[in-house]
């Protein structure tokens, strides 16, 4: 089973100020790399499929790269409504996919 | 536009067993593969199996394997999680999620508002 593996458990960033959050997989995944976004209450939200391309209805502001085993997310300006917890997944060794344990994002 | 709605919160004893519906509708019910997550309380995503819609195949995580079976309707248009020998660690948040394009091995695109499972005795 491939291990994803997310840094920093919390990052604590101003309004405004970019946000990088990391990814690594314990094996080459290729671009097989999901992000979701999910804030209290709420049912994750696919953010990023295929390692670099934005769902539907996604804001510019995220991006996401990276291919093999190293993956980035980033958001280039936080927004208040972007403070929230950050999952990647692989769907490339399957199954299962397999889902990193999260980057909380919040207020500095 | 495609929509999961998941059923209600459930409250069992330990050992009882559960079983969570999946009423998905905006699509073509038999082109998309449905999978199961569950969040325990403060945890992250643990991912549990997949359903194909079409021909009823299943495969389940090791981790739940003996314990769950996934089911679909196709007169409704509904998916149905059962999860046996319910213990307190079980408790969590059940969410089944949609792949977003057609094939078995994709992200989820689509996701239910979540069933809420307590097991307490």
């Known amino acids: 089973e491939i291990v994803m593996t997310q840094s920093p458990a919390t990052l604590s960033v101003s309004p405004g100020e970019r946000a990088t959050l990391s990814c690594r997989a314990s094996?080459?995944?290729?671009?097989?790399l999901a992000w979701y976004q999910q804030k209290p209450g709420q049912a994750p939200r696919l953010l990023i499929y295929?390692?670099?391309t934005r769902a539907t209805g996604i804001p510019a502001r995220f991006s996401g790269s990276g291919s093999g085993t190293e993956f980035t997310l980033t958001i280039s300006s936080l927004q208040s409504e972007d403070f929230a917890v950050y999952y990647c997944?692989?769907?490339?060794?399957?199954?299962?996919?397999?889902f990193g344990r999260g980057t909380k994002v919040d207020i500095k | 536009h495609v929509q999961l709605v998941q059923s209600g919160t459930e409250v069992k004893k330990p050992g009882a067993s559960v079983k969570v519906s999946c009423k998905a509708s905006?699509?073509?019910?038999?082109?998309?593969?449905m999978h199961w997550v569950r969040q325990a309380p403060g945890q992250g995503l643990d991912y549990m199996g997949i359903?194909?819609?079409?021909?009823?195949?299943?495969f389940y995580s090791q981790k739940f394997q003996g314990r769950v079976t996934m089911t679909r309707d196709m007169s409704t248009g509904t998916f149905y999680m059962e999860l046996r020998g319910l213990r307190s660690e079980d408790t969590a948040m059940y969410y089944c999620?949609?792949?977003?394009?057609?094939?078995?091995?994709?992200?989820?695109?689509?996701w239910g508002q979540g069933t809420l499972v307590i097991v307490s005795s």
């Open positions: 094996q080459s995944i290729s671009s097989n």
């Open positions: 905006g699509y073509t019910f038999t082109s998309y593969y």
């Open positions: 359903i194909n819609p079409s021909g009823g195949s299943t």
């Open positions: 295929g390692a670099s």
């Open positions: 999620a949609r792949v977003l394009l057609p094939g078995e091995v994709e992200a989820f695109g689509y």
């Open positions: 997944q692989q769907y490339h060794n399957w199954p299962p996919e397999t």
